[in-house]
């Protein structure tokens, strides 16, 4: 049974335990105090029980162990076991501030189709520091319905959203087919149906470490391509050709600027750029990244 007004945060772990008491922390801080946090190991072998172990005497704190399945498999198993009006997600590596979800929440009152309200986030350090920044590199954030928007970059930081329950019982979950990329998938659908809201406030700090799995780029690209087709796949009427060519290209020239900045594969990174070309031969940003590309091959600059 949903309660009215309750916020449940889901947290799934594996082999979390130096970041995990920070994270569960700062969900227990929050000014807004009618939540529930599903803590979901997925088969941690760190210790990570034992970290959690030390937040169980509140009884806002549920735990959850299953064999290890993966991430995807782990926020569902959270979502099935919740009991909130609205669900919203803390990676047990990161941390969110204690205005996050008194910020976040008032908006839905009065806005039936509003299925999911999100802001900014900052990067900090396996430490915790707090690293800077490129306010230029940030994505537009618009509010609305953003599908288009949407499928041509991931502009919601996974951290600070917040989804009204009802989005999920109507349009299901994440999508097990997907390791990564799964927020991304869950965002486009539901945008279809519901409003999206961005706040413009910092409500949640998102940690940079080696280990983390953002960091397999070549994954995240991979899922992102096979999350595009399915869903044009789906809904072949959802968006203009003209935003379909666009989003393409922008991937393209994204992976691009990966594969020759991170890996040296010229040859792939200058085929990215030619397919993003063909795609929009308007696109600045594939335009930009392609003498990019030829200077960092010869050796004369980084890219």
Known sequence: MTTPGLVSVIMAAYNSRPYIGAAIESVLAQQYSNLELLV????????????????????????????????????????????????????????????????????????????????????????????????????????????????????????????????????????????????????????????????DDETAMYRVWPGQMSTNWVGRYDHAFRIMEAFLARHPGALAAEDVRGAWAHSYTQRARQRGAISQEYGPALADVARALRLQPTSLFAWKTLPAVVLAAAGVRRL
């Not at 997925?42 to 009884?59: I, P």
């Not at 995807?72 to 997600?89: D, L, Q």
């Not at 990676?91 to 039936?112: G, M, N, S």
């Not at 319905?145 to 917040?162: D, E, I, M, W």
């Open 40 to 199: 979901i190991d997925d088969g941690s072998t760190d210790g990570t029980d034992q970290e959690v172990g030390r937040f169980l005497g509140d009884h806002r704190v549920r735990y959850l162990a299953q064999a290890n399945a993966g991430q995807t498999a782990a926020k569902n198993t959270g979502i099935r076991h919740s009991r909130g009006e609205f669900v919203a997600f803390c990676d047990a590596d990161d941390v969110w501030l204690r205005h996050k979800l008194i910020a976040q929440i008032p908006p839905f009152a009065h806005r039936e189709r509003l299925g999911v309200v999100y802001s900014r986030t900052s990067l900090m350090d396996a430490a915790g520091c707090h690293l800077p920044s490129d306010p230029g590199d940030e994505p537009p954030r618009p509010s609305g319905r953003v599908t288009a928007q949407l499928f041509r970059v991931n502009f919601v930081p996974f951290g600070t959203a917040v989804v009204r329950r009802r989005c999920l019982d109507d349009l299901g979950a994440f999508d097990e087919r997907y390791r990564m990329g799964i927020d991304w998938e869950l965002w486009l659908r539901l945008s279809l149906e519901y409003d999206f809201l961005f706040i």
